[in-house]
């Protein structure tokens, strides 16, 4: 079977022409629906990233001591607490390593601290987690250990934070298959609109002996590329709106968060691909749907 | 070349569209198919291009079983099974020599052997120079004939042809019917469904009557024996 590509793909663009009412209707839906996968897209990925740095940063319990403990106390305290399940390490902070890890966080400002005539900062122990899953267990027990003044822990936000991750990609999925399910319809009926008015070709076709895949073939390309502009038209404008919303979190204000913003190139080669895939993933299916019908002779 | 052995098609709505029937057709054969309408001409045409599945029985096309044929194979059995029909089917915006060209491209015939057998299956059919012409531009039975070359450009062992006259004045009719002898004649069995007395009377054919979806005569040098 000789298909020549450059010919199919002057006969498609030609019948989208054609027909160029219904093909900027699918364009725009898939457009539309790509954009909304986008933006939902962009969300995720920028939730879980914060959602990530967090856990990493605190899956960490700090359990500040008692002042002026003696060091075999401290040690039967660590020994105690490395007893309990899904406790992977412990380590002692004293009251300078504070200090000293105080003034590298403040940075330029970190002289301030030069003028304290007495370290006013506690001793502490640092305890860290197999997983976050022990943390509510190993947080009761500890609070039970004598010579622990005050325990410190980031759990419910980190909770917080994976529950609106979950409720986000959950919703993000519903939206995302109706939308999918919409768009597929709408390139579904352009196509008809060409398969109609090649009805009588197609069965002139089928009389000669063609294959499926011989009548399928041009009309499958027509539907893959209006999915196929739709994803270039939707990656062109998430391209433009996350450059902006990074600029714009970059600003000076918003700066404690946006090192944890995922920048716009990581996010674009992820977005690229599954806007191709998807969107020509749409244009095909609809192309497939309409032609079933005549097919079956 | 064509078998039926004790077909039947009853149709979801009820109508027993063929009946037991058991016919042989010889290769080579020129064979008539009348009857009156509805008696089951088009179900029994169909059936051998398996445009309708039978309800009980076997058809035998070209040594092949069709009855249980995958429906992506049945592409492969219309490549032997050239078909002409009443309203000739052709399409408007190709020309004559496209028409027919498009059969062929679309078995993946090479660009080279395309140019060399379409003038030869025009001057088969006596249409020579007139490849350029659009259907509109052609008469009634010119347009029947590029449907014929059209059917067998590729060499189809079998030709059915569904009242290739039945839209034709009889002079015209007459001209069809020398093409469809002279094709015969180089050894393609054709099947021809027809309502057409004088054709049928003068060929001295074969002729198989059906009424009410069975055999009800088939004579090998037959008359059309209706009254209309």
Same mark, same amino acid.
């Not at chain 1, 330029?108 to 943390?135: C, F, K, M, T």
């Not at chain 2, 063929?18 to 089951?40: C, H, M, Q, W, Y």
């Not at chain 2, 309708?52 to 592409?75: E, F, Q, Y």
């Not at chain 2, 004649?185 to 054709?190: L, Q």
């Given at each position: 079977?000789?298909?020549?590509?450059?010919?199919?793909?002057?006969?498609?663009?030609?019948?989208?022409?054609?027909?160029?009412?219904?093909?900027?209707?699918?364009?725009?839906?898939?457009?539309?629906?790509?954009?909304?996968?986008?933006?939902?897209?962009?969300?995720?990925?920028?939730?879980?990233?914060?959602?990530?740095?967090?856990?990493?940063?605190?899956?960490?319990?700090?359990?500040?001591?008692?002042?002026?403990?003696?060091?075999?106390?401290?040690?039967?305290?660590?020994?105690?607490?490395?007893?309990?399940?899904?406790?992977?390490?412990?380590?002692?902070?004293?009251?300078?390593?504070?200090?000293?890890?105080?003034?590298?966080?403040?940075?330029?400002?970190?002289?301030?601290?030069?003028?304290?005539?007495?370290?006013?900062?506690?001793?502490?122990?640092?305890?860290?987690?197999?997983?976050?899953?022990?943390?509510?267990?190993?947080?009761?027990?500890?609070?039970?250990?004598?010579?622990?003044?005050?325990?410190?822990?980031?759990?419910?936000?980190?909770?917080?934070?994976?529950?609106?991750?979950?409720?986000?990609?959950?919703?993000?999925?519903?939206?995302?298959?109706?939308?999918?399910?919409?768009?597929?319809?709408?390139?579904?009926?352009?196509?008809?609109?060409?398969?109609?008015?090649?009805?009588?070709?197609?069965?002139?076709?089928?009389?000669?002996?063609?294959?499926?895949?011989?009548?399928?073939?041009?009309?499958?390309?027509?539907?893959?590329?209006?999915?196929?502009?739709?994803?270039?038209?939707?990656?062109?404008?998430?391209?433009?709106?996350?450059?902006?919303?990074?600029?714009?979190?970059?600003?000076?204000?918003? !700066?404690?968060?946006?090192?944890?913003?995922?920048?716009?190139? !990581?996010?674009?080669?992820?977005?690229?691909?599954?806007?191709?895939?998807?969107? !020509?993933?749409?244009?095909?299916?609809?192309?497939?749907?309409?032609?079933?019908?005549?097919?079956?002779? | 070349?064509?078998?039926?052995?004790?077909?039947?098609?009853?149709? &979801?709505?009820?109508?027993?569209?063929?009946?037991?029937?058991?016919?042989?057709?010889?290769?080579?054969?020129?064979?008539?198919?009348?009857?009156?309408?509805?008696?089951?001409?088009?179900?029994?045409?169909?059936?051998?291009?398996?445009?309708?599945?039978?309800?009980?029985?076997?058809?035998?096309? &070209? &040594?092949? &079983?069709?009855?249980?044929?995958?429906?992506?194979?049945?592409?492969?059995?219309?490549?032997?099974?050239?078909?002409?029909?009443?309203?000739?089917?052709?399409?408007?915006?190709?020309?004559?020599?496209?028409?027919?060209?498009?059969?062929?491209?679309?078995?993946?015939?090479?660009?080279?052997?395309?140019?060399?057998?379409?003038?030869?299956?025009?001057?088969?059919?006596?249409?020579?120079?007139?490849?350029?012409?659009?259907?509109?531009?052609?008469?009634?039975?010119?347009?029947?004939?590029?449907?014929?070359?059209?059917?067998?450009?590729?060499?189809?062992?079998?030709?059915?042809?569904?009242?290739?006259?039945?839209?034709?004045?009889?002079?015209?009719?007459?001209?069809?019917?020398?093409?469809?002898?002279?094709?015969?004649?180089?050894?393609?069995?054709?099947?021809?469904?027809?309502?057409?007395?004088?054709?049928?009377?003068?060929?001295?054919?074969?002729?198989?009557?059906?009424?009410?979806?069975?055999?009800?005569?088939?004579?090998?040098?037959?008359?059309?024996?209706?009254?209309?």
């Amino acid at each position: 079977m000789t298909i020549k590509p450059l010919f199919t793909l002057k006969q498609a663009l030609k019948n989208l022409w054609r027909n160029r009412l219904m093909s900027i209707a699918s364009i725009s839906s898939v457009t539309a629906t790509l954009l909304i996968l986008g933006i939902i897209f962009a969300l995720i990925l920028n939730i879980n990233s914060i959602a990530q740095s967090a856990k990493d940063k605190f899956d960490s319990i700090q359990a500040y001591l008692v002042d002026e403990l003696p060091a075999e106390e401290i040690d039967s305290i660590m020994k105690k607490i490395e007893a309990i399940e899904g406790v992977s390490e412990v380590k002692y902070e004293s009251k300078s390593d504070a200090l000293t890890k105080m003034k590298s966080q403040w940075e330029d400002n970190g002289y301030l601290l030069d003028g304290l005539e007495e370290n006013p900062l506690p001793s502490s122990v640092i305890i860290y987690l197999d997983d976050i899953y022990y943390a509510q267990n190993v947080l009761e027990r500890i609070q039970n250990i004598n010579g622990i003044e005050e325990v410190k822990s980031y759990q419910d936000i980190v909770e917080r934070l994976l529950s609106i991750t979950e409720a986000i990609r959950k919703a993000g999925v519903v939206i995302i298959f109706v939308l999918i399910a919409i768009s597929t319809f709408i390139i579904h009926n352009t196509i008809k609109l060409t398969v109609n008015s090649r009805n009588r070709e197609i069965n002139i076709m089928k009389y000669v002996g063609a294959t499926n895949w011989f009548i399928r073939w041009p009309f499958l390309i027509e539907g893959t590329l209006l999915g196929f502009i739709g994803a270039m038209i939707s990656t062109g404008f998430i391209k433009l709106m996350y450059d902006y919303v990074f600029k714009a979190i970059h600003s000076d204000f918003y !700066v404690f968060i946006s090192a944890y913003v995922v920048t716009p190139s !990581v996010l674009m080669k992820d977005v690229i691909f599954l806007f191709l895939v998807i969107g !020509v993933g749409i244009g095909a299916l609809g192309s497939l749907w309409s032609m079933r019908k005549y097919l079956n002779v | 070349m064509i078998e039926f052995q004790n077909v039947s098609k009853k149709y &979801d709505n009820g109508v027993l569209a063929l009946d037991r029937i058991n016919v042989t057709i010889e290769k080579g054969e020129f064979v008539f198919i009348v009857g009156p309408s509805g008696a089951g001409k088009s179900t029994f045409i169909k059936s051998i291009l398996k445009e309708v599945n039978v309800t009980s029985g076997n058809i035998v096309v &070209d &040594d092949m &079983d069709i009855t249980k044929l995958h429906r992506r194979r049945v592409p492969y059995l219309r490549r032997k099974v050239g078909v002409v029909f009443q309203d000739f089917r052709l399409l408007p915006n190709k020309t004559v020599y496209e028409n027919i060209a498009f059969a062929m491209e679309i078995l993946g015939t090479p660009h080279r052997n395309i140019r060399k057998q379409v003038p030869m299956i025009l001057a088969l059919v006596g249409l020579t120079g007139k490849g350029n012409f659009y259907p509109n531009q052609l008469s009634g039975g010119e347009q029947q004939r590029v449907s014929i070359a059209r059917s067998m450009i590729n060499n189809p062992p079998i030709l059915i042809a569904d009242e290739p006259t039945g839209n034709l004045d009889p002079d015209t009719s007459w001209e069809i019917m020398k093409v469809l002898r002279t094709i015969n004649r180089r050894g393609t069995t054709i099947l021809m469904a027809t309502h057409d007395r004088e054709i049928v009377d003068i060929m001295k054919k074969r002729v198989i009557a059906l009424e009410n979806g069975q055999i009800a005569r088939d004579e090998k040098v037959g008359v059309y024996g209706y009254d209309d």
